[in-house]
């Protein structure tokens, strides 16, 4: 069936360390949304990516689609206390219309 | 502009009973789609409205059900809980078009306990 796989499941990183969380699908997608989720909180959307090998930038955040469109990163540079929260990263396939396929989720903690 | 609103935000109910939750989407959203939430499961999509129409669901059993109303509000059902079903249950809004293309807004969220 489709899913996107994302790892790691849990990251602990002190204060200024670097973060990547990475989504892997079997098959080509569509497209790919990033959400973020604060504890006790909603998700929030971040940013969509569409185009093969896409490269999208919000400030410490760089977003990447991979060029075959099956995987895709995010990359904090500099966590601060801020980032905590859940990342998860939602997949459309082409056959699949008005639905998204969220991954399991990356849990980010941040040592001050 | 008011965000996206859930009633109610908690709900305890027990096995064999029924609920219905409700989701008003942000003044102009015409797309509304729920999402169950679980710490096992993570966020899974149940089904998603358009201009009152259901467009694609979920892998959920028949228990789980929606209607949208045609000011844009949704609602959904689920009959004969179960353990299981104890979840967050999330619905976002969008504007018109595919919502797989679009930015989606959440709601805070119906924490649903089931005895």
């Known amino acids: 069936g489709q899913q996107v796989m994302q790892i790691p499941q849990y990251q602990h990183v002190q204060e200024g360390e670097d973060f990547t969380t990475y989504c892997n699908s079997s098959?080509?997608?569509?497209?790919i949304q990033w959400y973020k989720q604060r504890p006790g909180g909603h998700p929030v959307f971040l940013i969509q990516?569409?185009?093969?090998?896409e490269v999208k930038k919000q400030k410490r955040l760089t977003f990447q689609f991979g060029e075959a469109k099956k995987n895709s990163s995010l990359h904090i540079t500099a966590t601060q206390t801020t980032d905590v929260g859940t990342y998860f990263c939602?997949?459309?396939?082409?056959?699949?219309?008005?639905?998204?396929?969220f991954g399991s989720g990356t849990r980010l903690l941040v040592r001050p | 502009k008011a965000g996206v609103t859930q009633t109610p935000r908690y709900l305890i109910k027990t096995r064999g009973q029924q609920v219905t939750l409700s989701c008003s989407p942000i003044?102009?959203?015409?797309?509304v789609s729920w999402y169950q939430q679980t710490p096992g499961q993570g966020l899974q999509f149940l089904f998603e409205?358009?201009?009152?129409?259901?467009?694609n669901k979920g892998n959920f059993p028949g228990r789980f059900s929606g209607r949208q109303f045609s000011n844009s509000r949704s609602e959904m059902n689920v009959s004969t809980l179960e353990l299981g079903d104890s979840a967050l249950y999330l619905c976002?809004?969008?504007?018109?078009?595919?919502?797989?293309?679009?930015?989606?807004?959440f709601g805070p969220g119906t924490r649903l306990t089931v005895l």
């Open positions: 976002a809004s969008s504007l018109d078009g595919d919502p797989s293309y679009n930015e989606q807004f």
């Open positions: 098959t080509t997608l569509s497209n």
């Open positions: 990516l569409v185009k093969s090998g």
């Open positions: 939602a997949g459309v396939w082409m056959d699949s219309s008005y639905k998204l396929i």
């Open positions: 003044s102009g959203h015409r797309s």
């Open positions: 409205y358009f201009s009152e129409t259901q467009r």
